[in-house]
C-alpha cells in the first residue's frame, strides 16, 4: 500500500508571501495526485489533479508539480482565504490513500 | 447541479450496524463510480471504499474489508454503506462522492459515532 507523507504539517506565513507544500509517495505515482483544500468545517475542495491541472475557477497564483513520488503545491501571493489545510491524494493504484496534510496558518 | 446528499448516521453501539444512503442527483447516476470517503475528528480524510457505474466492481480499504460494504441501486440514484461490527475508529464524518478519484463532488457528509 502507498503511503502519502505531507511536509511540514505545519506552515505559517503571512499574507502576500509564498508558501511551499510538499507531498511524497512510498512509491511512484506517476503524476496521478491530487489535491485538496479543506477550511474548517467544510468539506474537501478538490484544487488540483493530474498533478497540475488547476480545478475550475482556482486562481492562477496556484500550481503544482512534481511527478514519480515528488509532488509540490505553490500558492504564491497569499490571501485570506487560502489558509486551510491541504491534503494530497494518489490515484494511481488501489487504495487511494490521502496524505495526513499541512495546516497553513496565518502567522 | 450535482448534488449529494447522505443520511443515516448517528449512534451506534460497538458491534452494531448502520446503513448509510447517499441520494444523487443533477447527473446520470449510472454512468459515474461513487466513493464514500470519511473524516474522523481532528484527522485528515481516509478513503474507504469505491463501486462501478454499473455495481459490478467493488474496493473497499483494509480497515473495513469484511464490515463495511458499499452498494448502489441506479434505479433509485442512491449510493449505500452498510456497516456491521462497528468499532470506536469508526467514528467519523462519513461523505459520498462522485467518481473514483480525484473527487470533485462531495456531500455535506453524515456524522457516524460509535460508543457505548
Known amino acids: 500500500e502507498i503511503v502519502m507523507t505531507q511536509s511540514p504539517a505545519t506552515l505559517s506565513l503571512s499574507p502576500g508571501e509564498r508558501a511551499t507544500l510538499s507531498c511524497r509517495a512510498s512509491?511512484?505515482?506517476?503524476?496521478?495526485l491530487a489535491w485538496y483544500q479543506q477550511k474548517s468545517g467544510q468539506t474537501p475542495r478538490l484544487i488540483m489533479y493530474?498533478?497540475?491541472t488547476r480545478a475550475t475557477g482556482l486562481p492562477a497564483r496556484f500550481s503544482g508539480s512534481g511527478s514519480g513520488t515528488e509532488f509540490t503545491l505553490t500558492i504564491s501571493n497569499l490571501q485570506s482565504e487560502d489558509f486551510a489545510v491541504y491534503y494530497c491524494?494518489?490515484?494511481?493504484?488501489?487504495?487511494?490513500?490521502f496524505g495526513q496534510g499541512t495546516k497553513l496558518e496565518i502567522k | 447541479e450535482v448534488q449529494l446528499v447522505e443520511s443515516g448516521g448517528g449512534l451506534a453501539q460497538p458491534g452494531g450496524s448502520l446503513r448509510l444512503s447517499c441520494a444523487a442527483s443533477?447527473?446520470?447516476?449510472?454512468?459515474?463510480?461513487m466513493t464514500w470517503v470519511r473524516q474522523a475528528p481532528g484527522k485528515g480524510p481516509e478513503w474507504v471504499s469505491s463501486?462501478?457505474?454499473?455495481?459490478?466492481?467493488?474496493y473497499h480499504a483494509d480497515s473495513v474489508k469484511g464490515r463495511l460494504t458499499i452498494s448502489r441501486d441506479n434505479s433509485k440514484n442512491t449510493l449505500y454503506l452498510q456497516m456491521n461490527n462497528l468499532r470506536a475508529e469508526d467514528t467519523a464524518i462519513y461523505y459520498c462522492?462522485?467518481?473514483?478519484?480525484?473527487?470533485?463532488?462531495w456531500g455535506q457528509g453524515t456524522l457516524v459515532t460509535v460508543s457505548s
Open positions: 491524494q494518489q490515484y494511481n493504484n488501489w487504495p487511494y490513500p
Open positions: 493530474d498533478a497540475s
Open positions: 512509491q511512484s505515482v506517476s503524476r496521478n
Open positions: 463501486i462501478s457505474g454499473n455495481g459490478g466492481t467493488t
Open positions: 443533477g447527473f446520470t447516476f449510472s454512468s459515474y463510480a
Open positions: 462522492a462522485r467518481d473514483w478519484a480525484p473527487t470533485a463532488y
